[in-house]
């Protein structure tokens, strides 16, 4: 009777021991960013972590691989490779598709797979990819002018009455976007590194707004659009002047530059409950909705 007690207790002892075990096992799995899964070879699962719900979004309770739905190439490369493979799988369709890294590693009893979403880096990359793009196309139109007009004033231009003044002005208007592209990308490296300063303080918003876009107001802009402010008289805001005037700067541009000839455009300014909302609003074709997540990328451009 004495050695059956000891033999229950001795059980007790191992089996707290082994889930003691799981238990720290688990923590550790749960611990791992990417989603691991651990399958045996008739491809029931057996130990699974919280990110591999996260990425997989499912539930693995009682279930085998044939019953999660997973893409055919992951129970291939379970099935044929020992020395482990890799493979991105590409979930869904765009613009909402996302990138899952799978990692595949065989032994004799079955297998572990390792799930790690990339769709941020695959986002990344593109963004840089567009950056690069896009700057480069933003610099090369003003350099190109710049040099040809710098080459014409060299081979006689100069000299030239008419063409001659015409020739400086568009060198000096060139230079001024050159600074001005320049200027954008220290900001945003200031923005990205946090050492961007803000100089804030109250000021009325209407003549900021009117200022902001009067290089808009030329006798051939205005044949072609017609820009008005509606602004709530002796309306105030706390901000800075600089930000707050390139930011109205560069929508009226976009505006100007995306609506047909003839269009309506209209800057507004009132009072909120949370404050003050300015807007810029346009007749033209809009932004499609599946570009919306991108709109605020630096230099980003949908197709024309």
């Not at 021991?17 to 096992?25: D, S, V």
């Not at 804030?200 to 030329?218: N, R, V």
């Not at 949370?274 to 609003?281: L, S």
Request: charged share 30%; glycine share 6%.
């Amino acid at each position: 009777m004495i050695s059956k007690k000891r033999s229950v207790a001795e059980f007790g002892m191992e089996i707290s021991k082994t889930w003691e075990e799981t238990l720290r096992m688990q923590s550790v799995l749960d611990s791992i960013r990417e989603g691991v899964l651990a399958v045996d070879s008739d491809g029931r699962i057996l130990l699974y972590n919280h990110s591999a719900t996260q990425v997989l979004q499912t539930d693995f309770i009682g279930k085998r691989m044939s019953e999660l739905k997973l893409p055919n190439k992951i129970d291939k490369l379970l099935k044929k490779n020992k020395e482990g493979a890799e493979w991105v799988w590409k979930r869904g369709k765009k613009p909402n598709r996302t990138y899952i890294h799978c990692s595949v590693v065989q032994w004799d009893y079955g297998g572990l797979i390792v799930f790690r979403d990339i769709t941020k880096i695959r986002r990344l990359e593109r963004v840089r990819r567009d950056f690069f793009a896009n700057v480069s196309h933003e610099l090369k139109t003003p350099m190109a002018i710049i040099r040809a007009h710098a080459e014409a004033l060299s081979e006689g231009a100069f000299y030239d009455e008419v063409m001659g003044p015409k020739f400086v002005d568009a060198l000096l208007r060139n230079s001024e976007r050159l600074d001005s592209i320049v200027s954008s990308m220290l900001d945003l490296a200031h923005l990205e590194a946090g050492t961007y300063e803000l100089f804030l303080s109250m000021y009325e918003l209407e003549p900021l707004i009117e200022k902001s876009i009067e290089i808009f107001q030329d006798t051939k802009i205005e044949r072609s659009y017609t820009i008005t402010v509606d602004v709530e008289k002796g309306l105030k805001a706390y901000l800075d002047v600089q930000a707050f005037s390139h930011i109205v700067h560069n929508f009226v541009e976009n505006a100007i530059k995306y609506t047909a000839r003839k269009g309506t455009i209209r800057v507004t300014g009132k009072q909120t409950e949370n404050g003050v909302r300015v807007a810029i609003e346009d007749n033209g074709p809009g932004i499609d909705s599946k570009y919306a997540s991108r709109i605020f990328e630096r230099f980003f451009r949908i197709d024309k």
